[in-house]
């Protein structure tokens, strides 16, 4: 509480916690929809086992930091920033783990929100004679998994609304050239992001505008590609597309309506796309989303555009997050398009309301990120 002092035991724990956090991070595009964990094992003050959950489908970092030790872990305390897990899954839970090697004390950043755990770890720990520590640099473990939080609870991917522009809110010049808006340090930020999260979304304007390939390209790292998701009501895309073209090696939907043609879909199939059709006569978003997140375990969505599906994921209240990479550069003109077009709101009153932006330097651009409050249109 306000006023109480730190003890040495708080500023140790924060101080092997903070480390925890750091290991964590390693996991980053890699552990997806698992949540981002990290675990160092102490003994009397000395690290003598640390790890991290590597990627989806391997040890969870609390076997892994115990496989690490270089001395018997026995009295030890292991810090973890996420709940430990008490069922089985891909791998084996992490409470019978700690308990196996005789810990004397666990040390948990935040709880874990799934049902198959939701305190259940904690528990089981307490009644096999475990000290257990709850909430240890909280907000900070809250943040890092807040992808998977969301996820978790309401099975619907995690969106990131993302678009470059000019000091005068420009995303193109009058003729429709874009390339390039930012600058070379912001546009490494984006593919670190393609690489984090699970998915990326364009609008069929995008595609049949710049022909993107939508992949993760980061010099001199092992990364992944994210899903590519292109919302085209028609199944306009050209076959000879970067997209259509690299199907085969890049999962691809690209989500139709029923008015699609049925030769382009068995065209676009047979070219490794799998083809999503909804009903209505434009593409059911929510219906994507949670196709994607039930069936394809997406827990994340980078929408990188155009102006007309980014309106359509705020109008709809469907955005999470707003990344807004702004350039020190003018365009001008009245015919040169902004980053949300749509029919726009009718009064200032009726804007979409963020939360306190957080304000990054990359180069000479910046890039400001907030959450997006609740709110829908539709």
């Known amino acids: 509480m306000i006023g109480e002092p730190i003890t040495d035991t708080q500023l140790t724990d924060e101080r092997f916690m903070a480390r925890a956090l750091e290991l964590a991070k390693r996991g980053a595009g890699w552990t997806n929809p698992n949540p981002m964990v990290g675990a160092v094992v102490v003994k009397d003050g000395r690290i003598i086992g640390e790890g991290w959950h590597t990627a989806f489908g391997r040890l969870h970092a609390e076997r892994e930091a115990l496989a690490a030790c270089t001395e018997d872990p026995t009295g030890a305390t292991i810090y973890v920033t996420l709940e430990p897990c008490c069922h089985w899954g891909k791998t084996p839970p992490c409470t019978e783990a700690i308990i196996e ?69 420009k995303i193109a010049t009058k003729t429709g050239a874009s390339r390039w808006i930012t600058s070379d340090a912001a546009r490494a930020k984006v593919h670190e992001d393609r690489h984090r999260f699970a998915a990326i979304m364009v609008g069929i304007g995008t595609v049949l505008a710049d022909d993107p390939e939508l992949t993760c390209r980061i010099p001199g790292r092992k990364t992944k590609n994210p899903l590519r998701a292109v919302i085209d009501s028609k199944a306009r895309i050209p076959l000879d597309s970067r997209i259509v073209a690299s199907a085969k090696d890049v999962p691809t939907v690209i989500a139709v309506t029923q008015d699609a043609p049925d030769q ?51 109008s709809q209240g469907l955005a999470n997050r707003i990344q807004a990479y702004i350039a020190p550069k003018i365009f001008g003109g009245s015919a040169a398009p902004s980053p949300v077009q749509g029919s726009g709101v009718a009064l200032p009153s009726d804007a979409f309301q963020c939360s306190t932006p957080h304000v990054t330097q990359l180069g000479e651009d910046i890039l400001i990120e907030c959450e997006v409050k609740p709110c829908s249109l539709e």
């Not at 709850?134 to 978790?152: M, Q, S």
């Open 101 to 169: 090697a005789k810990l004397a004390r666990v040390v948990v950043g935040a709880p874990d929100p799934n049902p198959l755990v939701a305190g259940q770890g904690f528990e089981l720990l307490r009644q096999a004679g475990i000290e257990v520590t709850e909430g240890v640099l909280l907000d900070e473990c809250y943040a890092l998994n807040e992808v998977f939080f969301h996820y978790i609870r309401t099975k619907l991917p995690f969106m990131v609304v993302k678009y470059a522009m000019t000091l005068d809110g």
């Open 264 to 314: 382009k879909v068995a065209s676009l199939e047979a070219a490794g796309c799998e083809v999503f059709v909804t009903q209505g006569s434009t593409v059911d978003l929510q219906a994507v989303l949670t196709y994607l997140g039930a069936e394809r375990n997406i827990d994340s969505v980078l929408v990188e555009g155009g102006a007309t599906l980014l309106w359509s994921v705020l």
